[in-house]
């Protein structure tokens, strides 16, 4: 209790840990205080001049609240949630909270119990959104359906925090009554939003529901009108979405409290090779954000937001949960403190303090029985649904032929966005399909259902990716996570199909019907067990492969990912057809 620690508080006796000489950052007040830092029970007693039974002597370097990431898919990373927690702990992110749309999509409840029980047995501060949509929507086929009453049943789960981003903006704005009945569930949590360009009365429609953030902002101008309505504002800085240099001269003095930062979606290679939330805060540090208010912005506003009144500040009776830095604009830790016991040092997990730090708390492996079965029937249905996800029809290469006609829709790419614009192309007089897709450098793209085994699929055509030649196909499509294949020959999406089948899900490059590179994603076909390093590694190798087949961008797996998302404007591909997300309606490849 606390009442325990009061005599190490009042100086009466020793606190457990004192760090010596450091600089506190102070993120109220934006400033820096120089003192002793005691810490006991693992709660922070407070700074002036104390003693510890420990004492680790700072020297002038500084210690700051450890960072919150309040909007993020751990599937997203494509490795597990260990592996997750290991990478990105070294960089001072102690608080995670986790949106499990993505992996529900897939396999549903199992799904989200699959993450909660690996999530909570880490060292970290670890949340649970329950997700809003699966399925994401109702254009889309997906692996499982979620109403009201089955949130109900989960809602009591510890670790279960609110309610995931609500991305069904017309459902909520229209008042359908299956989405509103999930907010009526929650009202009284955190209820987190998803409202690209959504304005004006549109908009009081949306927040009339409850839900307080955003984090599809794209303009400051998008922002200051969101928070002036009293949204709190999520900068986001991900692997493809990357919204920080266009929102960060919204802030200023008076609304600097309604910004956080979140990373939403980030890939094995980025948080190898750049990290987490550090790398968003460094980047606004050095686009200028003073450093003080760049680590208010990762850790106090995000905890005042959602309400996590014990994290995010250096204060007593606040978790000592800390970094050490010498230079707090590199955002680069020394060392991170979760509860007072030292997690990370120099970039790398102390491995005994990871193994010992939580009683009870064990990494275990990702095929492990599940806690929860209440029988070995249930147990092998769980299962299935996380390491069998890919359930597919045999495939025919004609499902990726152009019908016959003049005029086709083509969706067009937004490099490092995920909104797409929506063009035109004209065959010309007796023109073969190679010389269409050639002259307007476009690719053939297709979704096949993946979960059902139903042979639905549907086709279209993208410009943008700079592809010449063979096809890459990959189980990660946002939020449905179908199959998504990119290609210019059909023979070569079907090769690239069918190697993803074998795989029980993840990435396929394809060249002259081989398959020159993939990357296993066996868990629920969106995950792998490997660590980040490796996984970023293998990445590395396939993007050289597409490299080879012409393609310029930067993240075509990602890209490829999200041209699925029937909320995100303005053209996309679903299983059921090219959709309009400005009409919401499926709309003809064909012109005319």
């Not at 490092?416 to 476009?442: C, H, M, Y």
Request: some cysteine; charged content about 25%.
């Amino acid at each position: 209790m606390l009442k325990d620690i009061l005599p190490a508080v009042r100086g009466d006796k020793k606190a457990d840990l004192v760090f010596k000489n450091a600089r506190i950052m102070d993120v109220f007040q934006e400033e820096i205080h120089r003192g002793d830092l005691a810490v006991a029970g693992g709660v922070i007693l407070g700074w002036g001049n104390y003693s510890g039974q420990e004492e680790i002597d700072l020297a002038g370097n500084y210690l700051a609240p450890a960072f919150i990431d309040p909007h993020l898919h751990i599937e997203s990373s494509q490795i597990s949630v260990k592996n997750f927690a290991r990478q990105i702990i070294p960089g001072g992110v102690l608080t995670v909270i986790a949106d499990p749309h993505e992996i529900a999509n897939v396999a549903g409840a199992a799904g989200i119990k699959y993450m909660l029980e690996r999530g909570r047995r880490l060292p970290w501060n670890f949340r649970l959104m329950l997700p809003s949509c699966v399925p994401a929507t109702p254009w889309e086929e997906s692996g499982a359906e979620l109403k009201a009453e089955d949130l109900a049943e989960l809602r009591g789960e510890p670790g279960i925090f609110g309610l995931g981003e609500v991305m069904d903006y017309p459902g909520v704005i229209n008042g359908d009554e299956d989405t509103w009945a999930k907010l009526e569930l929650f009202r009284g949590s955190f209820i987190d939003g998803h409202a690209p360009e959504v304005s004006g009365p549109r908009l009081n429609s949306y927040l009339l529901a409850g839900i307080a953030a955003d984090h599809e902002c794209t303009t400051a101008s998008e922002a200051r009108d969101k928070a002036a309505r009293g949204m709190y504002i999520m900068i986001r800085e991900g692997s493809v979405t990357k919204n920080l240099e266009d929102l960060l001269s919204a802030v200023d003095d008076g609304n600097v409290s309604r910004f956080m930062f979140a990373t939403d979606d980030r890939q094995p290679e980025d948080l190898v090779e750049r990290g987490h939330l550090d790398y968003a805060v460094k980047k606004a540090i050095d686009a200028g954000l003073e450093p003080l208010r760049a680590y208010r912005m990762a850790a106090l506003n995000p905890a005042e937001a959602l309400g996590l009144e014990d994290l995010g500040a250096i204060a007593p009776g606040r978790r000592a949960d800390l970094m050490v830095l010498d230079d707090p604009e590199q955002v680069s830790p020394l060392s991170v403190y979760k509860d007072g016991i030292k997690i990370a040092g120099e970039g790398e997990i102390c491995e005994k303090n990871w193994q010992n730090i939580f009683s009870g708390k064990k990494s275990g492996d990702d095929r492990e029985k599940f806690s929860d079965a209440d029988d070995l029937e249930a147990e092998q249905r769980r299962k299935k649904a996380i390491f069998n996800s890919v359930n597919l029809q045999s495939i025919q290469s004609k499902k990726f032929s152009l019908p016959e006609g003049e005029s086709y829709r083509i969706i067009e790419l937004q490099e490092e966005q995920v909104l797409t614009g929506k063009g035109a192309i004209k065959r010309k007089p007796g023109e073969s399909d190679s010389s269409l897709l050639g002259r307007n450098q476009a690719a053939r793209l297709a979704a096949v259902e993946r979960h059902h085994a139903s042979g639905k699929s549907a086709l279209g055509l993208v410009r943008g990716f700079g592809l010449e030649q063979g096809a890459l196909a990959t189980s990660v499509s946002h939020d449905s996570h179908n199959i998504m294949v990119l290609g210019r020959e059909e023979e070569d999406m079907k090769a690239a199909v069918e190697e993803l089948k074998s795989l029980q899900g993840g990435i396929a490059v394809v060249k002259s019907e081989e398959v020159i590179a993939s990357f296993p994603l066996p868990i629920a076909g969106l995950m792998s067990p490997m660590p980040a390093a490796e996984a970023a590694e293998q990445l590395g190798e396939l993007r050289t492969c597409v490299a080879e087949l012409g393609v310029k961008i930067s993240d075509p797996f990602m890209q490829l990912s999200f041209l699925s998302l029937p909320v995100i404007p303005e053209l996309k591909l679903t299983v059921n057809g090219l959709f309009d997300v400005n009409s919401f309606q499926h709309v003809s490849l064909l012109l005319g």
